[in-house]
């Protein structure tokens, strides 16, 4: 049984949503990564550490570290081509905007927990509308359906509404302080399909809808009297936790499996996840 306090992520409530046996290992009993997820894993983990030197670079950039000095970091072809298309990206939609805050993190009370999330950037235009965007280095653009469902497109946005209220100047700019929920808007852009990003927006509808699920599902995994191995085995074949479920040794080969968006966010850049990252 979970107690208070603890701090719930989109990653957390992802992973019960996938598997409560997942999210007890992973967050209860803190195994951390006992088996390579997918084959080849050295491919995938290259994937991965190009994905985290993008990001690195992407914040970076944000901050106003010369370009020329950050392209000499793009040293892969996927870096390079990624960072090209960042850069074309960022001149067209960043650029005149009234504020930028690259790796914001917010958190606001859930129940008895807490929430927490990291935005790679919050973006504020002259009308006070707040943009999240959050970069993704997925090898296949996801489709927009499937990421509406995603926890993250939902926990993002609601927890901006609910503790965004410093970034809107006109009303006070008060830390803690809610905000309606049609100012906010969510982009995914993809390094690799930087023409098709997949926009979010927002409304209270939506908001009071993704609160109450969050704090239904908290409530429900706080009482829940044991955490059940999911009936879906196609989550299985890359889950790093096979062997204490028994559910297979061999890792799951990434292009063969059905479920590929679910597989390619094992190889997503999560700050929550990975934490600071050292410069
Ligand atoms: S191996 Fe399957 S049942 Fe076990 S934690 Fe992973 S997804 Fe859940």
Wanted: charged share 25%; with cysteine.
């Amino acid at each position: 049984m979970l107690q208070p306090p603890f701090t719930f992520s989109q990653s957390s409530l992802q992973d019960y949503a996938d598997c409560p046996r997942r999210f007890q290992l992973r967050y209860i009993d803190k195994l951390i990564y006992p088996a390579a997820e997918t084959e080849p894993a050295l491919e995938n983990e290259k994937h991965m550490l190009e994905g985290q030197q993008f990001h690195r670079l992407a914040q970076q950039h944000l901050l106003g570290i010369p370009t020329d000095k950050l392209g000499k970091l793009a040293n892969t072809p996927n870096l390079e081509r990624w960072w090209e298309n960042f850069l074309a990206f960022s001149q067209i939609n960043l650029t005149g905007l009234t504020g930028l805050y690259p790796e914001v993190t917010l958190s606001a009370p859930l129940g008895d927990f807490r929430l927490v999330a990291k935005y790679d950037l919050i973006a504020v235009t002259e009308g006070e509308k707040l943009i999240i965007y959050d970069w993704k280095t997925y090898r296949k653009r996801p489709r927009n359906e499937w990421l509406a469902t995603r926890w993250q497109t939902r926990a993002y946005r609601s927890l901006l509404v609910a503790a965004g209220g410093q970034f809107i100047v006109s009303e006070g700019g008060s830390e803690g302080r809610s905000i309606v929920p049609e100012r906010c808007e969510m982009v995914y852009w993809f390094s690799n399909y930087p023409d098709e990003p997949a926009h979010f927006p927002y409304d209270e509808v939506q908001y009071k809808r993704d609160w109450d699920a969050m704090t239904r599902l908290t409530g429900e995994i706080q009482s829940a009297p044991s955490y059940p191995l999911t009936d879906d085995r196609q989550k299985c074949a890359y889950c790093p936790y096979r062997s204490y479920c028994d559910r297979g040794i061999q890792a799951g080969d990434l292009d063969e499996i059905e479920a590929e968006m679910e597989a390619e966010t094992l190889f997503d850049v999560n700050f929550e996840q990975i934490g600071e990252i050292e410069f």
